[in-house]
Antibody, heavy 118, light 107 residues
Framework: EVQLVESGGGLVQPGRSLKLSCLAS????????MNWIRQAPGKGLEWVAS????????YYADTVKGRFTISRDNAKNTLYLQMTSLRSEDTALYYC???????????WGQGVMVTVSS | DIQLTQSPSSMSASLGDRVSLTCQSS??????LSWYQHKPGKPPKPMIY???NLADGVPSRFSGSRSGSDYSLTISSLESEDTAIYYC?????????FGAGTKLELK
């Protein structure tokens, strides 16, 4: 069974940093690209970043480019999102999602909440 | 960036109704469009991928279609469990983009 479990969220002050993790199981992690997707309270879904299976290709939304870094450790079956210079508008539920290729994002974690507030 | 315009933004329908939701792309994306059902407290659930393919475990009353740059999600006979927000996503190019969503409620 495919499982994605996010962790690392919490309350952080504006301008500070936070690192999210997503532990994958039930599939060969190193064969799949991965995504981070978020949903701010009361808002719709927003794609944040993607990384290819070997980390060769990385893409970011303009809203986080230069502040967030997506990475992965295939030996640990783990996806990361390093978030710096956090803003109140980064407050959201962050999901990691597997890139199934033709199906697009096909498996999603339960999400981890990040709240940016003083 | 590619814009996806979903319509309507919200709608209500009766049990057994045929319901169609639309997603219009601002640029050509081929069939690289998927639909997600999102309920409170749960992650989005894939419903349709590559415009017309039913995701695993999705009831056959759901279907997807494409006409040019217009994509549709159709529920042939609405059931109570179908109430949710539905989002379309284009994954043809980066940045991937979601539509704003359609909230589907029971009348």
């Amino acid at each position: 069974e495919v499982q994605l479990v996010e962790s690392g969220g919490g309350l952080v002050q504006p301008g500070r940093s936070l690192k999210l993790s997503c532990l994958a199981s039930g599939f060969t992690f190193s064969n799949y690209g991965m995504n981070w997707i978020r949903q701010a309270p009361g808002k719709g879904l927003e794609w944040v970043a993607s990384i290819s299976s070997s980390s060769s290709y990385i893409y970011y939304a303009d809203t986080v480019k230069g502040r967030f870094t997506i990475s992965r450790d295939n030996a640990k079956n783990t996806l990361y999102l390093q978030m710096t210079s956090l803003r109140s508008e980064d407050t959201a539920l962050y999901y990691c999602a597997r890139d199934g290729g033709l199906p697009g994002p096909d498996y999603w974690g339960q999400g981890v909440m990040v709240t940016v507030s003083s | 960036d590619i814009q996806l315009t979903q319509s309507p933004s919200s709608m209500s329908a009766s049990l057994g109704d045929r319901v169609s939701l639309t997603c219009q792309s601002s640029q050509g994306i081929g069939n690289y469009l998927s639909w997600y059902q999102h309920k409170p407290g749960k992650p989005p659930k894939p419903m349709i991928y590559y415009a017309t393919n039913l995701a695993d475990g999705v009831p056959s009353r759901f279907s997807g279609s494409r006409s040019g740059s217009d994509y549709s999600l159709t529920i042939s006979s609405l059931e109570s469990e179908d109430t949710a927000i539905y989002y379309c996503l284009q994954y043809d190019e980066y940045p991937n983009t979601f539509g704003a969503g359609t909230k589907l409620e029971l009348k």
